[in-house]
């Protein structure tokens, strides 16, 4: 079974450009995440898709960020305009639906704000 | 609300040493917990979780942890420690609907 994928694996900008995050769930996978990893920090969910509702976005912050999951599948995390504190590792997961059960994680994207 | 506190962002052994990672929550409602390992480069894998039932949850690689409701404790240990266990460990609290909340992380340090 193919795991979480996640492109580009890193990524370098200037502050005030713009920069975009892709992800492809595991298959049949209904809900998905992505989560914020500060350096030193554990991850913080920023939104969670269930198909391609939002279940939870309270933590993204809707002025500069933005994602979408059209079809319920793949989906694409935006930032714009980036700033100096969104150099983070950005992670994907997904999981089945209902339950408890287990996050798969992609290897996520590094991202440098210069 | 749920929070996870690690207990040492550090921690270093021998191999072949006992390995304890320390996690403590706060959870108003009976907590799901987890713990997450991270290897250089990579994203997360579960290694273990706890929802309901035996309190002592075995693992993957040889690591256990046990669900000490009076302490609001999750603690992870490993008999024997290995050069391959060498990476960052995440407790995480779930308050329902598939959420997790993640510590701040501890990393395991494993030297000959």
């Known amino acids: 079974e193919a795991g979480v994928a996640q492109s580009p694996r890193y990524k370098i900008i200037e502050k005030r450009q713009s920069v975009a995050f892709w992800c492809n769930p595991i298959s049949g996978h209904a809900t998905l995440y992505w989560y914020q990893q500060i350096l030193g920090q554990g991850p913080k969910l920023l939104i969670q898709f269930q198909n391609n509702g939002v279940v939870d976005d309270s933590q993204l912050p809707k002025d500069r960020f933005s994602a979408e999951r059209l079809k319920g599948v793949d989906s694409t995390l935006k930032i714009q305009p980036a700033k100096l504190e969104d150099s983070a590792v950005y992670l994907c997961?997904?999981?089945?639906?209902?339950?408890?059960?287990?996050?798969?994680f992609g290897p996520g994207t590094r991202l440098t704000v210069l | 609300a749920q929070s996870v506190t690690q207990l040492g962002s550090h921690v270093s052994v021998s191999e072949g040493a006992l390995v304890l990672l320390r996690c403590n929550y706060s959870?108003?409602?009976?907590?799901?917990l987890f713990w997450y390992v991270q290897y250089p480069n990579q994203g997360l894998q579960l290694l273990l979780k706890?929802?309901?039932?035996?309190?002592l949850v075995k693992g993957i690689n040889g690591f256990e942890a046990e669900f000490k409701k009076s302490e609001t404790s999750f603690h992870l240990t490993k008999p024997s420690a290995h050069m391959s266990d060498a990476a960052e460990y995440f407790c995480?609290?779930?308050?329902?609907?598939?959420?997790?909340?993640f510590g701040a992380g501890t990393r395991l340090a494993v030297h000959p």
């Open positions: 997961a997904s999981s089945s639906y209902g339950g408890e059960n287990e996050q798969f």
């Open positions: 706890y929802t309901t039932g035996a309190t």
């Open positions: 959870s108003s409602v009976p907590p799901y």
């Open positions: 995480a609290v779930s308050p329902g609907y598939n959420k997790l909340i």
